[in-house]
Structure formats: C-alpha cells, structure tokens
C-alpha cells in the first residue's frame, strides 16, 4: 500500500458544524486533504455544546483549566484530521483574513442554514473573484434555493420532509423519525462524493464549480421505490414495522437475555427450507401457509411467532452464526458497547485510536470505505477549540507575532472565549 493519500494535495477550508457538513469534511480530511475548519470564539460548533463553557461552578468537580468544549464527543467524532482555527466573520479583520485563505484553497465547504452565507457577504461570485477556480459546497437542510431555503433544519426536520418518516411505523401507529438523524449521514457521504466530481472535473478542465445539496433532497433518493410506486400507480406506501414486501420471515426476534434480539431475513423458498431445517421444523417448508413467499407474506404473524419460538431461548450471536452458515442474511443486534468489539469491524480496522489532548486515547470510527493502494486514516484527533489558530494564520497568511496579539486581544481570533 502506498503511504500517500488521493487528495494529499488539496486544501479545503470549512465552515460546516454538527454533522452533516462535517462528515463531509472530516472524509476529505481523512483522504488527505488538509482542511481547516473555521469556528468563531463567540459561535462555536453547535457540537461543542454547553457553551459559554467558562460558566464558573457550573462543572464544580473538574480541575481548574478545564474545557468541557474541548470534550465533547459528539463533535471530536466527526472533526477527526482537521486543523482548527478561529476568525470572527461579522469583522473586517477576520473577514479578510478567511477571504485571503480561499485566494489559496481548492474547496470551500459550509452547512449553515441558507442565509448565512448571503449575511457575510461569501456568496459564490464573489468567492470566484478572489479565485476563479475554487470549488464551493453549501449543505443547508434544504438547499440553497428554493421555498424551503430559509427553513433551518437538521436530520429531525429533513426526515420527515424528505418523506422518509412516513414510511417508519407500524401499520397501525403514526409515522415516525429513526431517532438516529441518519439523513445527516446520507448527505455527509453524497456531500464527500459530490465533492470528488467536482474534484476531478476541476482537474481535468481547470474550472472550478458551485454545488448546491440540499439534506432533504439526498435523503428523498433513498425512497425511489416508493416515490415511483406514487407516481407512476398512485398508490401511497403504507408503514409496515419490521417486515418487508417480498420476503419473510423478515424481522427482528427476541432471544435469551435482556433486551436482546436476532435480525432474520429469508430471500428465497430455497432459503426458507434452509431455516425450516435449522429450526428443526423440516415439515413447513411444504405447509400450505407457507410454501411460497406469497403464502409466507399472507400469514406473516404466525410465521412471526413459530421464528420467535424458535429463537427465544437462544443466543443471539449463535444464532445469527447458524444461519450465517446455512447462507441466511441473518446478524446479532447489537448494543452500542458492543459495535467496537465486532469480529468485522475488527477485521476491517474500521476503529482507530486517538489520542485526544482534552480526553485521553479513546477508540473511535475510522473512514467507512477501503481503498486497496491509498486507504484513508485518521491523522489526527479533533481540534479543540482554535487550536492551530495561530499556526495556521502565521504559516499561511504571514501573520506577525504583533499582529497576532493583536488581533487576539479583539477576539478576532485565537483559543480562549473567555469567561462567561
């Protein structure tokens, strides 16, 4: 394997915050990009949380110099390899200093909502006249145009708007949100890849590019079936809990213990007569109820309850292995605890270890995909709050020590926000 990195030669600067925009940067990152995140002292990454964080006897049992916005792990989960800096954009100040590191960058990336940008004054053409072919993302939940764009969102609003949360549910309950936010993850990967064309196109005409991806819009995509099943034959999708259209059994089935439980997934009558066998229970497979997928779909409760009887008394990870073995989809849910220590995760490498300045080494996801000469790696912990702010503004825009003091003691920039 090679020691380099596809996008080694790229610099990005970012204003994306929560996850979302910073997923997608924290894959350039990882890919090798150097990407500099821009914080401001007074408006941290809303990931940061609790902020003003210097709240005096707000956190009486930690040690003195503590900074509970330097820990947070939400935030250090998706800003891995990042440099990070402060700059206060409302000032003319930072204002120039940010404008003056886009004259020397490749991409600039942001995920605030839809008027912000226009605020500060950093809309695409006047980001092309400082450099004509710099590449700009905006990520707003939904879009950067449109009736929806001055909406603030996140992947609680997205979800449902997306039409997403209309399909999650049991047949007889309302609709419901994942509870996981996961359109934030569908975007962040499509931002990454949206990216990457850019990227290449770039390359190979000299042109830079404005791309416009709205959260809402990236999540709708993963309803296609649906959203044709609409259009096309005007019917509305109906929730239908854990099973599925085409195969069962097709749920989740409770095992020994507490809270635990066995994902199954039969595809075929093949594989049906597969699990009959495992059950011990050869004779189904020719019952009339459910020799075929169509007679197992028409009869999903009692075809529910003998898989469950089954299970029930079982280990969830041996069950799973069992079926694995017979070419069953079939997987031990598991705990978050749990997710680390998984035999594939650990065979991937998909968990690095970092080594955090604020929290000390912890175990932490690594990039999603692998890639067999240059594969990605986490170079480097999260920043905490402003901490390259001086090294970044010094190397890559000349700054002098005065002038950084000085520009430190008017919070344009810098690594304390202050008491509260």
């Known amino acids: 394997m090679s020691a380099k ?35 401001a002292l007074s408006r941290p990454d809303v990931w940061r949380g609790g902020f003003p964080p210097h709240n005096r006897g707000q956190y009486p049992n930690e040690e003195p110099g503590t900074r509970p916005y ?72 939904f879009g950067a145009s449109g009736p929806y764009a001055m909406y603030p969102g996140n992947g609680g609003t997205t979800e449902p708007m997306s039409g997403i949360s209309s399909l999650l549910g049991y047949p007889d309950g309302q609709p419901m949100n994942s509870g996981t936010m996961h359109t934030d993850a569908i975007s962040g990967m499509m931002g990454f890849a949206a990216l990457l064309i850019a990227i290449r196109h770039r390359a190979r005409t000299g042109k830079g590019q404005y791309i416009d991806l709205s959260q809402q819009e990236t999540a709708t995509t993963y309803i296609t ?23 069962a059994p097709h749920g989740f089935y409770r095992c ?27 004779e189904l497979a020719s019952d009339v109820h ?36 017979q070419k069953i989809p079939s997987s031990a849910v598991m705990k978050a605890l749990e997710v ?6 650990k065979a991937r490498g998909f968990f690095e270890t970092v080594d955090h300045p604020a929290t000390g080494p912890y175990s932490i996801a690594g990039v999603p995909f692998s890639l067999s000469e240059t ?3 986490i170079h480097r912990p999260a920043p905490t709050l402003g901490q390259h702010s001086e090294a970044v503004l010094k190397q890559h825009l000349g700054v002098s020590d005065s002038e950084y003091a000085s520009l430190e003691s008017q919070g344009v920039t810098g690594d304390d926000p202050g008491d509260d």
Not at 8 to 33: D, F, H, I, K
Not at 304 to 320: E, F, G, H, Y
């Open 340 to 345: 680390p220590e998984n035999p594939q995760h």
């Open 256 to 282: 020994r213990g507490e809270d635990s439980w066995v994902a199954i997934a039969v595809r075929s009558d093949s594989e049906w007569e597969r699990l009959c066998e495992v059950m011990g229970r050869p």
């Open 375 to 377: 594969p990605g790696r």
């Open 70 to 141: 330097d820990r947070n792990a939400l935030f250090n989960a998706v800003n891995t390899s990042k440099l990070g800096i402060t700059l206060d954009l409302i000032s003319e100040e930072g204002k120039s200093l940010f404008l003056d590191l886009i004259s020397t960058s490749d991409l600039l990336a942001e995920n605030y909502s839809a008027r912000v940008i226009p605020n500060f004054g950093l809309e695409y053409p006047t980001l092309r006249q400082i450099n004509p072919t710099i590449i700009m993302m905006r990520m707003p939940s």
């Open 5 to 39: 990195l596809p996008l080694e030669r790229l610099r990005a600067v970012v204003l994306t915050q929560a996850w979302s925009g910073a997923l997608t940067t924290q894959l350039l990152a990882n890919m090798g990009a150097e990407v500099i995140q821009v914080e």
């Open 225 to 247: 079936d649906q959203i044709l099943e609409h259009t096309v034959g005007g019917r509305v999708p109906q929730r239908m809990g854990n099973r599925d259209r085409r195969m």
């Open 290 to 325: 459910f020799a075929t997928a169509e007679d197992r779909l028409q009869h999903t409760e009692k075809l529910d309850s003998i898989v469950q009887s089954w299970t029930l008394n079982r280990d969830s990870t041996k069950t799973a292995e069992v079926l694995q073995a």
